[in-house]
């Protein structure tokens, strides 16, 4: 990636999605991810946010592993305002002076310890609150937030309609469960509804950029079948809505299928046009890099600290 | 101790934040609290009743508020969108749709939801699939009927009719054909140069594929009797088939609901048998077992090459075929319940002969193996369970007990304390039971939680390695796998494993457990309180040996609460 972003001072993406290996990342604005000659005819880069969630996964002081208390490598040395100089000033002993250059935009959070208590799901009682800063329903077997999350309401207040912040778990994912068996989930839709992950960097990548691998040139043939594709998204989602408005209407349905069908509905929209004239390739290394990011046990292996604690 | 950093990248709210790791002022501290929910989960009942005597009958059946809408989970939309289109292997266009993120079974309507993400990701599937059947001539023609007219018109509303009653799994009524049809005459001019049936077939597939009539399940009903209103034939006969064979109904059940036999029991039952014995008839109870047990856990187990060369990058793959193996062995041979914790019996394939110590098959296909009963006992004892709850090198102790406590005795076990501590590291000459016992045994933080509620039910396994081989010693101690643990209300003592297992399939919290599982499985919900007598005289007769799990899930399925719903 670096052929097209090397003169750019902003946050490397290949560094944060390797550190990321084993977390969770929440991308509610992405225009300001997009490869820097795709946005070259943008006077301005969008803005962004990003979450990077990680359980346990910071080497701290106070934290004791394999028996010897572990040494604080992370958290910036004093609280307060970030800045550059201080950061930079960190790096060598705490992994945060990485982002010096962003210590202006920073806002690191510590401690940040089950405000609102565990019931039992361990890690995953963290994840719902972690974003959403909501207490999570009741039960050892049951650990969602009652509440959407903080990327969720940010991209409903900043994104075009229909643009739902992505979610990246990469790293270690054991199906079925973490710790006492219960998934974990950060992102939250709704109350009790959490978002789907996509489990892999380069999934992410695609999400956010539109690149699939080669990315060429629109020529006016591409133009012209993108024009077609959306005819006929318009066509066959004319005939789609009606049937869940029919649905909606019946009287035997309960609030929550409402719901559930209003989303649906909701979620149904027509393909837009918006054909991209800026060429650009991603190299295949970058694209196998990515790939082999897809959450699988053999994440460890290529996991970075101070990343690389990942689920147990 | 859990808990989670995030790091913030934004404007405007910057800065370092640090609160010494206390939650908010005011609120409460997680606190190891009850000893769970083991008292509640007993066998139950006054002094002087049989807590295991089995009702002359099943209690009344019960019908409950419950969902009418059911999206398909994603196993179902994925085997229902192969069998649908009649093509034997979609996983280049499965792969691009997510899962959904559930805790629970992945059927539950609550749960699911067409999200932007996902209506996105179903589009474009919906698409490619289309351009496969209609770019390909044999594939179209096994979804025309054979009799279908000749002329383009009556040629389409051919396809229409029988192709829309397949999807929407019920027929179409005359508007919705129209439409369709409409759609189809869109092609010629949305799909320029393309021959103009593959163009209206490809848009009308597209479309059936999107719909909510396909994306989910009804449970409508048609209007009704006092106190409960009866679901509609083709309804039953989608709810049958997804349960049981996770996928769309097959013809024959389509038949059987388009001439009303589903409106009673017998004639669901029928059905039911029939798919039990068809190719399919393990899918759903095999999908249910598969989550229980956590199968999809065995696909991340790793071993280190040097300290487990037996253990090889084949052994996860059969790891779980011999689940599953065992899984339809007791299913199709109408064992029960007690058979999953007692069974002497492994599957076991060539990349398993070595866990187990026994003379190697040839090939990848499990074969059904008698095992030692002094060392081998059902589930408990397969490398799999054993194999998915180990760390590097050693058993792990405390989640082998979690597993066994909150899945499989349904138990609610409190929070970790605060004060929990990782595992000391082991020493010289002391072993892995040692080890769990100094950090969380009695005398430590661990007593009232660990040691009472799921260390003893690790221990039992001591005798089976991070790999599931029978051991006698451990890091050069003999292994003690002894111990205690109080099940149905009664403090019982074990050896080892294979009498821990036994003990559990004597216990009714364990068959409690599973029936109550298998009933949100099948019915797709959450159960209500209501249905609490179901559950408790099912899982009496399961305790007693006197019902199958080919029988439990046909009783199910056969219920009133299953073929109708709450008016």
Not at chain 2, 132 to 142: G, Y
Not at chain 2, 316 to 325: F, H, Q, V, Y
Request: glycine share 8%.
């Amino acid at each position: 990636m670096k052929d097209y972003d090397s003169n750019s001072p902003k946050l490397n993406r290949r560094l944060v999605l390797r550190g990321a290996g084993g977390l969770m990342l929440g991308l509610p604005l992405l225009e300001g991810f997009l490869p820097r000659r795709a946005a070259a005819q943008s006077a301005t880069r969008s803005p962004f946010v990003l979450f990077v969630v990680s359980d346990n996964g910071v080497v701290q002081a106070g934290v004791t592993l394999g028996g010897a208390p572990e040494v604080e490598r992370f958290w910036p040395t004093a609280t307060g305002t970030l800045t550059q100089a201080s950061m930079l000033a960190d790096k060598p002993t705490r992994s945060t002076g990485e982002l010096a250059d962003y210590a202006e935009k920073l806002l690191i959070v510590k401690g940040v310890n089950l405000p609102y208590g565990s019931n039992g799901c361990s890690h995953s009682a963290a994840d719902a609150q972690i974003l959403t800063a909501a207490s999570i329903t009741p039960g050892s077997t049951n650990c969602l937030a009652t509440r959407e999350s903080v990327d969720t309401a940010i991209a409903k207040a900043k994104n075009p309609p229909g643009r739902d912040p992505l979610v990246l778990h990469a790293g270690m994912f054991s199906p079925g469960g973490t710790g006492f068996d219960i998934p974990g989930y950060v992102s939250y839709v709704a109350p009790k509804q959490p978002r789907v992950y996509i489990d892999s960097p380069y999934k992410a990548y695609q999400a956010i950029t539109g690149v699939v691998g080669d990315g060429s040139s629109a020529s006016s043939a591409d133009a012209q079948a993108q024009q077609l594709r959306a005819a006929r998204s318009k066509s066959i989602n004319d005939l789609l809505r009606p049937q869940i408005k029919d649905l909606l209407a019946r009287p035997e349905l309960s609030q929550s299928d409402i719901e559930r069908l209003n989303q649906h509905l909701t979620a149904i929209r027509d393909i837009e046009v918006k054909m991209s004239t800026t060429p650009f390739k991603v190299p295949d290394a970058d694209i196998a890099s990515m790939s082999k990011w897809t959450r699988s046990p053999t994440i460890k292996a290529t996991a970075k600290p101070p990343f690389d604690c990942t689920w147990s | 101790v859990p808990f989670a950093a995030v790091l913030g990248l934004s404007v405007g709210c910057t800065g370092f934040v640090n609160n010494d790791g206390s939650g908010p002022s005011g609120q409460p501290s997680p606190t190891p609290g009850n000893t769970g929910a083991a008292g509640a989960q007993a066998a139950g009942g006054s002094a002087g009743i049989d807590p295991y005597a089995v009702p002359p009958a099943a209690p009344a059946s019960v019908l409950v508020a419950a969902p009418r809408l059911a999206r398909l989970s994603r196993q179902q939309w994925s085997n229902a969108v192969r069998d649908l289109l009649k093509l034997a292997d979609i996983s280049d266009v499965d792969s691009g749709v997510a899962g959904d993120a559930l805790i629970g079974f992945d059927n539950q309507a609550d749960a699911l939801y067409v999200t932007e993400q996902l209506r996105r990701q179903l589009a474009d599937a919906a698409e490619k699939l289309a351009d496969r059947v209609t770019s390909d001539a044999d594939a179209l023609a096994r979804l025309v009927p054979p009799d279908a007219p000749a002329d383009s018109a009556g040629r389409a509303r051919a396809f229409v009719t029988s192709f829309g009653r397949r999807a929407f799994r019920r027929p179409l009524s005359d508007a919705e054909v129209s439409s369709h049809l409409a759609l189809f005459e869109q092609g010629p001019s949305l799909y320029p140069n393309v021959d103009t049936f593959r163009a209206g077939v490809s848009l009308v597939i597209q479309a059936l594929l999107q719909s909510p009539y396909f994306l989910y399940r009804t449970e409508l009903g048609m209007g009704g009797a006092a106190g409960k209103v009866p679901l509609t034939d083709f309804e039953v006969s989608a709810k049958l088939a997804f349960a049981l064979t996770n996928t769309m109904p097959d013809d024959e059940l389509f038949a059987a609901a388009a001439a009303g036999q589903l409106h009673d029991p017998a004639g669901v039952a029928g059905q039911a048998k029939r798919l039990f014995d068809g190719p399919r008839g393990t899918a759903g109870v095999n999908n249910f077992n598969f989550q229980v047990y956590r199968l999809g856990t065995y696909d991340g187990i790793t071993r280190d090459a040097a300290a487990f060369p037996e253990f090889t990058p084949n052994t996860p793959a059969a790891l779980r075929a011999e689940a599953l193996a065992f899984f339809d062995w007791v299913f199709t041979q109408g064992r029960g319940l007690k058979d999953f914790y007692t069974a002497p019996v492994g599957f076991v394939s060539s990349a398993l002969a070595p866990l187990y110590g026994v003379a190697s098959p040839a090939g990848d296909t499990p074969m059904r193996v008698e095992l030692d009963p002094n060392q081998r006992s059902g589930l408990l004892t397969q490398a799999g369970f054993l194999s998915s709850y180990a760390t590097g090198n050693d058993p792990d102790i405390i989640h082998r007990g979690v597993f066994i406590a909150t899945r499989l005795l349904c138990l609610e076990l409190p929070p970790p304390s605060p004060k929990a501590t990782p595992l000391i590291e082991l020493q010289p000459n002391m072993s892995n039971r040692e080890r769990v016992e100094l950090t969380t045994g009695k005398g430590t933080c661990g007593e009232a939680c660990h040691a009472a509620l799921f260390n003893p039910l690790g221990y039992a396994f001591e005798n089976y390695d991070a790999i599931g081989k029978y051991r006698t010693t451990d890091h050069g101690k003999p292994v003690n796998a002894a111990d205690a643990y109080t099940l149905d209300g009664t403090l019982r003592s074990f050896a080892n494993g294979v009498e821990l297992s036994h003990l559990l399939a004597e216990t009714k919290q364990i068959h409690s457990c599973y029936v109550q599982n298998m009933m949100t499985y099948l019915h797709g919900r959450l159960l209500a309180p209501e249905e609490q007598p179901t559950v408790d005289y099912y899982a009496r007769l399961s305790r007693a040996g006197r019902i199958s799990l080919r029988d439990l899930e046909l009783d199910i399925v056969t219920s009133e609460a299953f073929l109708n719903r709450l008016p």
